[in-house]
């Protein structure tokens, strides 16, 4: 490993460079503004070459003040987040940032089973939809939905995405769905969503795409549900994350196919937060929770993407 030059000197280079003034660096800092200098000068010296332009009382960075600025800053924000991390892995609260459905199903349902096997652990979730970004939030874990191909990120496989016609028992029976291809002829909602002319090829119907229709297109299963279970039509869902009520009678999956995206649900977390307590106990607790449900969805579901 190459001898680097005095921190000192780099975290002065640092401080100057990003704000462009050698006076507000030393408040920065607290030290002298001739202090700043002298450690500018040190860097300069060790490295052969400019990394400020002086000019007129006042200071820009040079060429190579521009090249290496970047990587200085980012291994500083790297080292505070590190050592910020210390002081939060004991905290007793965990963050977690769940898509939609997922949080506001499954996890909701089983969250209390969490909270009460780690009661010095508080909990808070919060449901959307978007992209975390973890630099810019408080987020501890997230549940995302993709290929598990995230820089920076460690990202758990939890279980492939799937879907499959799911409607209320009278709406089954008042349209008399017996076959897959009853379903072209029904209220489906997202009537247009590939994702019908997938299912319904992979269940031997081979009218791809189907004919298009107008219908109601809703941003969740969430809301899907809702709509379904006052009779509103049919909706491509996912049977795991409603198994309570299909258990219970409130809505049916009229056939076994299951059509696959080809994408996966991940638990995801920093990688430099790795081994913090309450990260791993919520990630080790999620397992568990998914190995019960283990029985009610095939092998392949289960199988990591390749």
Known sequence: MP???????????????RLQNFSRAAD??????????????QLEDRLGRALFVRE??????????LRLLPAISSAFTMMGDAF???SDDDADILTISAMTTFGGTWLSARIGGFQLAFPDLAVRMSMNNDLVDFDSTNIDVAIRVGRGHWPGLRAEFLYRSHVTPICAPD????NRIERPEDLLRVERLAPNDPWWASWLAAAGVHIVPPPRRSGIELDSQLQEASAVQAGFGIAMMTPLLWRAEL??????????TLYQPGTAHYLVNRENRVGVRKIERFREWLRAELDKDRHLLPDALWQPLP
């Open 3 to 17: 001898k680097l030059p005095p921190l000192a000197a780099i975290r002065t280079f640092e401080a100057a460079g």
């Open 56 to 65: 007129k009382g006042r200071v820009r960075l040079s060429e190579t003040g």
């Open 171 to 174: 709406f089954l029976i008042a």
């Open 247 to 256: 258990d219970a009678g409130r809505l049916v999956q009229p056939f076994d």
């Open 84 to 86: 910020g991390a210390l």
């Open 28 to 41: 920065e800092l607290g030290m002298t503004q001739a202090a700043v200098s002298y450690h500018v000068r």
